[in-house]
Every structure is written in C-alpha cells, then in structure tokens.
C-alpha cells in the first residue's frame, strides 16, 4: 500500500489533492475550491455560511485562481479549437489568406509592392499567426495539445483567466519570434500559446503540490523536440519558448497568494505587466527595422 499518496477529492475521488476545506477539512481539488478570508473552502460549506446580506457571487463556487466555477469548464477550450479548425479551412478556401495573416516582420510581396508586416504596423499578424495552420496535421497536433492542457487548466483557473493565459502565451511567443528571427521568414501555428499552456501546468502543479517529475519530463521532451529539424520541416523554437516563459510568468502571477480585492488586483496586474514586457519586446525590434531603411 502506497502511504504516500495523497487523498481523493471528496467530490471527485480520481483526482488526487493535498488541499482541505478550512471548514470541514475534507479534501478538495482545484475544481471545488473556493476562496475564503484564509484557504480555502469546499462548496457545501460555502452553500451552509451563505446569505446573510452576502450577494450570491460572494459565495458562489471558485476555482483556485478565483474565478467563478463553470457548468461545463471546458467552454473556452472547444472554442479555441472551433475558431483554430474554422480558419485552417479559411486558409484552405480563400487564396493569398495565409501570407495575410502569418507572422512576418517585414517583406516585399512583388517587386515594386510597398513594404508590409509587423514593423509597418500590421500589429495584429502577432495574434492572428497564433490561430492559423496550412497543413493538417499541424492543426490536429496543436489541437490535441490544447484539448490535453487547456482542459485542466480552464477547470482550475476559470474562463477569463486561462483565456488571458493563452492569449498572452501566444503574443509571448509571437514577440519572441519577431524579435529572433529573420524578417522575412513566415511563422504561424498554435504551438506558442500551446507551450505556455505546458508553463502553466508546471506552475499550477508546484502550486498543488503536485508530483513535479513528470510535468519536468514532459517540458524537457517537448523543448527538446523543439530543436530537431526532420526534413523541411522547421519549428519555431522562439515560439514555443517565448510561449511557454510567458504562460508560467502570467500563470505565477494568477496564482499569487492573496485575498479579495487585493487579489485580483494583483492577477490583473501581474497579467498587464506580461503584456508590456512583450510590448517592449515588440518595441525594440519594430525600432531595430526601422533603422535599417
């Protein structure tokens, strides 16, 4: 018998927790914590303490980062995968679709055409190259990684926050791409804002307590595979590493341990200071370009 093995939640008994309810001291997992002045409660305690003047998003159920807990905590994820599916057949429908909206930092289409890309101020490449995919099996690999990592993690964080999580993930590892790599090399997929799904993991993960060595081996194998060329096929290292340092760093701050007001004041702040540094980021190569005309 395994004595080191954590206890199931009460409510859902697969999943393993280190975390009690302040209250009743059953154990809990991320999906029916919900935040009190001090730790943490489950949502039969919350439902007993309610009402007294209290309005009922006060004591509705949270997740560990605070947000409100969803009827089905997988929204947000299945439409990410609807709208990354929605413009892969776009791309495959409507020629000349791709070479608009991929990442590229400044090229000539034809000779003689004006110059375009990000540093012409086509700003929103940066986002759209995150949703857009040509081939079909870059789009299903990136689309299982998402269902895989974005499930758990929309559970655990809520909606709108793992929604900040992705997106700034994969403006993280767009910045990074610009930033690194030839301006006129084409780079577009999921995979950035995926990796920053595999940082949140590992940092959700720290903060439950979680067994780390295989969320450690996991990252090692996927930056490792990052760097290997098979073909013509390249992957962007810059991505899935700009992706993955930005989705732990905006993840760490969702996190961070306080209460309230003040908490969420922190979470957003934490956030909003991810999307300056890859602003800057975005700032001192659009500068750099501008230089060389």
Known sequence: MDTDRLPGCYRHPDRDTGIRCVRCERPICPECMISASVGFQCPECVREASGAGRRPADSAPRTLAGGLVAADPHLVTKILIGINVAVFLAAQAVPGLPVRLELLGRYVEYYGAPLEGVSTG???RLLTSVFLHVEWW???????GLWVLGGPLEAAL???????VYL????????LVYLLTAPNTATLGASGAVF????????LARRMRYEMRPVIIMVALMLGLTFVRVGDISVSWQAHVGGLVTGALATLGLLLPAAG????????????????LAVLLIAVRTAGLAALT
């Not at 809520?158 to 900040?164: D, I, N, P």
């Not at 700034?168 to 910045?175: D, E, F, M, T, Y």
């Open 168 to 175: 700034l993930s994969g403006l993280g590892g767009s910045a």
């Open 261 to 276: 007001r003040k908490r969420v004041l922190l979470q957003w702040g934490s956030c909003a200071a991810v999307f300056l």
């Open 158 to 164: 809520g909606r709108v926050r793992y929604l900040a």
């Open 122 to 124: 086509q700003y929103y």
């Open 196 to 203: 920053g799904l595999l940082g949140a993991t590992a940092v």
């Open 138 to 144: 870059h789009v299903i690999g990136n689309m299982i």
